[in-house]
């Protein structure tokens, strides 16, 4: 008498099912791992990003009317501030005649200080980033503009908002103040 060998149509059929729910249940779960994995190399380029580019701004003057760092001369004392309707660049300024903090206000494009295109084995850095930079008077700290529909507002006090938009469509935000001092 022989011994029947091998596995019955039924057997493969339901071992093929088993294994092909296995199989997108493991390609589910590395799907996502890999997803997450990317997330912290997009928000510590999205951190040197906008930390540069704060570092930038508060290194210049309060107000295009203040004399500067140690001057010894505030807007706001002797000559007026810029209101806050005139907030952002002057007439003709780009990045690179920048002088004062509020001309970066509506700021956007994603360029070194020199402003070339930020590279790494000439592919963009930053391709798929997205950068926004609100600059407003915010005198009593609370994060809100203070001059909220008063286009003629001054203060001592002026919020930089830094926000960069990852691809992977998270926004990273990033707060400094800026003070007439």
Aim: with cysteine; net charge negative; proline share 2%.
């Amino acid at each position: 008498m022989r011994a029947e060998q091998g596995f019955t149509l039924l057997e493969i059929v339901i071992g093929l099912v088993v294994t092909s729910i296995v199989m997108l249940i493991v390609t589910d779960l590395l799907g996502a791992q890999a997803q997450q994995s990317v997330a912290p190399v997009t928000q510590a380029r999205a951190n040197v990003l906008a930390q540069g580019l704060q570092r930038e701004i508060l290194s210049k003057a309060f107000d295009e009317n203040s004399g500067g760092h140690n001057a010894g001369e505030r807007c706001s004392d002797t000559i007026s501030c810029t209101t806050s309707a005139n907030l952002g660049p002057d007439s003709g300024e780009n990045r690179s005649t920048f002088d004062d903090v509020d001309d970066y206000h509506g700021y956007s494009v994603i360029r070194n200080s020199a402003g070339q295109t930020i590279t790494q084995s000439g592919q963009s850095l930053y391709q798929g980033y997205q950068l926004n930079v609100v600059v407003f008077y915010d005198d009593n700290l609370d994060g809100i503009d203070d001059a909220a529909g008063v286009g003629s507002y001054t203060g001592n006090a002026k919020l930089v908002r830094v926000s960069v938009l990852t691809p992977n469509d998270e926004t990273i935000v990033f707060s400094s103040y800026r003070w007439n001092y």
